[in-house]
């Protein structure tokens, strides 16, 4: 139990990620990616304005 080991220790330092160099085709991939990704979002938008679509089934009256 020496008193200068207390606390948390430090982790070694990680060499920096070297900035890779995307070429055109992954350009072109991330930017369709976008774009899927917002299609999807006006859809969930349109589909969350509308309302519960299986409203049908056992309906509980307040009377036992």
């Known amino acids: ?16 990620k070297q900035a890779k160099e995307t070429d055109e085709d992954d350009r072109a991939f991330k930017q369709k990616q976008k774009e899927e990704q917002k299609k999807l979002e006006e859809l969930k938008t349109k589909a969350a304005g509308k309302g519960p679509l299986a409203t049908g089934g056992i309906k509980k009256s307040g009377k036992n």
């Open 1 to 16: 139990m020496s008193g200068r080991e207390g606390g948390k220790k430090k982790p070694l330092k990680q060499p920096k």
